[in-house]
Structures are given as structure tokens and as C-alpha cells.
């Protein structure tokens, strides 16, 4: 494994974290201002959007894992996918998910930032 591949792993694990923690100064600093997500409903969400569900709690993750994390690199930009289990609640209604995604990551000197990501559920 290449030195970007163990930074871009570490980053998708301290991003789980800080979703479960409540961290929003990691989220913060993990999501470029203008990251865009497609969740499994097919919605495009900004930053603020989901930050705003989360931080209002309508939107909360209790547990969750990333693994199976593959990293393609191109010079600045990287794509990363993976598995991410996940339990929580989404406008009060509790949710178990599994999911395969995609991050779109820019590097701004020594860090990787997540500027678009994708979700996709794995049919229970």
C-alpha cells in the first residue's frame, strides 16, 4: 500500500468517526466547501444541506464501519470506493445499511480533501 493510499484509508476512517462523534470541525475540514453527495435515493445534497440534517439531528449515525477501500490515484486527484455498514436514524425513522461508495478526493499540499461522493446500497 502506497503512503496516499494509508492517508486516504485513514481519512474515510476518521470521517466515520467523526459522523458517529458528532465532530463537525473534522467533518468540516474533511469536506471541501463545495462537496456534493448523490445519496441511495438518487438526491444531490450540498455540504450545508447535510451538515444542517446532521447537526439538527434528523440525520444521525450510531454505528458504522468502512472497509474494502481501493484507491486509484491521478497526481492531485484521487477516486476512492468502499463498503461502508452503517445503523442510525433518518428523520426519526432508525435505518441498517450497507453501501458501496465512491470519493471524489483533491490533495491541497499534504491533505486530501472529499469534494463529490456517491452511495449506493447492497441489496440485503
Known sequence: MTEHEIQLNQLEQRLVRAWIESDWETIDA???DDWSVIDPAGRVLNKQQVLNEAQSGER???TGT???VKVKEFENVAIVTGR???VGSYQGSSFSV???FT???VRRGDA???VASQG???AQ
Open 30 to 32: 474533511i469536506l471541501d
Open 60 to 62: 444521525k449515525i450510531d
Open 66 to 68: 468502512i472497509d474494502e
Open 84 to 86: 461502508t455498514t452503517a
Open 98 to 100: 450497507r453501501l458501496r
Open 103 to 105: 470519493d471524489v478526493c
Open 112 to 114: 486530501w480533501q472529499v
Open 120 to 122: 449506493t446500497l447492497i
